[in-house]
């Protein structure tokens, strides 16, 4: 399988979105993925594994790559800086640190220390090599690849997830606990947000009633579309949020219809059962198609769920999936190439999507 073998690259995601099937299913039996990255190119695809092992594969060959071992430290959270073959991750043992790695030595190239907790969210600039921490220290750090201590520092209760806009100017801020997103000017990251979109105060309520959506549920993914117009607040309950990325309007609950087997609750590293979606260093289930018309979501029951940001919406700007995507188990972890129409879902297996030319 390959990448020659799908759509092409610039075939538009409108007119492949509903063929996507599972073409390649790698298996991992008692271990389970918490994060999945494709590098800028698309050609790379990297994991972290519940086994302290990062995972590497390469998406034209289909084929698996290179085991990276981080026993000492454990690994979470795996992200692909803007060279190939380095990368960053968050330590899941012995300290909360940030580490960077070369993939083609296997060799640190820095350490970041400086949270005191675990960390909850690692976002990368698209623009140049700074990236974003969030942890359960209550604090989201700005660092620099070049420099081991931050540039700069903000104390949030509650702060968990973050995201850059595509322009690199606008970051996001999530915090559970307040049921807030703070959007900050970049430029200014130590002055106050210059907006504040209130969850609690939005649809929420709503949703509680009719969906089973409990406030600020599991939220597990914040995302600006590529092209800046919406935020997607994924969470582990039965709905994700569309927001306005302007004026913090709901634009519209992505209502997931629910069904066995149910999202796991319970997170146990060492004997492999799959771990909570709200869990500290696992990265969500949910993302933003590249062209930012589309969602995809796991399922609650198997293989994925895509929402057109353009779709009708029933009352209570309810959306339902425009298609239901056949494959496998549950997934927990999911993420679309930026550069190819593949997409990869992750829990205790690996599948990787590609549209169905059979389908089209």
């Not at 995601?13 to 389970?32: C, D």
């Not at 060279?83 to 960077?100: C, E, N, V, W």
């Not at 989201?140 to 520092?153: E, Y």
């Not at 106050?192 to 209130?198: E, I, K």
């Amino acid at each position: 399988m390959g990448v020659e073998n799908g759509a092409p690259p610039t075939q538009r995601v409108s007119e492949v979105i509903s063929t996507f099937r599972p073409t390649k299913l790698f298996k991992s039996p008692g271990l389970h993925y918490t994060s999945v990255d494709f590098d800028d190119s698309g050609e790379l695809l990297l994991l972290a594994r519940t086994d302290d092992t990062l995972q590497l594969y390469n998406t034209k060959a289909g084929a698996h790559a290179k085991e990276l071992k981080s026993q000492k430290y454990g690994c979470s959270l795996a992200r692909f800086t803007h060279h190939a073959q380095s990368i960053i991750y968050a330590s899941t043992k012995l300290d909360d640190g940030i580490r960077y790695l070369s993939t083609h030595d296997n060799s640190y190239v820095r350490y970041f220390r400086g949270h005191s907790g675990r960390v909850t969210s690692l976002a990368l600039c698209p623009g140049n090599d700074t990236f974003l921490s969030a942890s359960q220290d209550n604090t989201v750090k700005l660092w620099d690849l070049r420099s081991s201590s931050p540039q700069g520092n903000l104390s949030l209760h509650g702060a968990t997830l973050t995201a850059y806009d595509p322009s690199a100017t606008v970051i996001a801020i999530a915090s559970p606990a307040t049921q807030n997103i703070l959007l900050y000017d970049l430029r200014n990251f130590d002055k106050p947000p210059f907006a504040t979109f209130d969850l609690l105060e939005s649809e929420q309520r709503r949703y509680a009633h009719t969906h089973g959506q409990r406030p600020a549920q599991g939220w597990t993914t914040l995302e600006f579309s590529n092209n800046g117009k919406h935020l997607l607040l994924g969470t582990s309950g039965p709905g994700h949020y569309l927001i306005d990325a302007f004026d913090g309007d709901l634009k519209a609950y992505l209502h997931r219809p629910p069904g066995p087997p149910p999202f796991p609750t319970e997170i146990n590293a060492k004997d492999g059962t799959p771990p909570r979606h709200d869990a500290a260093g696992l990265q969500g289930d949910a993302c933003f198609s590249p062209d930012g018309r589309y969602v995809v979501s796991a399922s609650a029951q198997a293989g994925l769920l895509v929402w057109d940001a353009q779709g009708e919406k029933r009352s209570g700007n309810v959306m339902a999936p425009m298609t239901d995507l056949p494959g496998p188990k549950t997934a927990s972890v999911l993420g679309y190439n930026p550069r190819h129409n593949m997409i990869a879902s992750a829990g205790s297996d690996l599948a990787l999507w590609l549209p169905d030319p059979d389908l089209m």
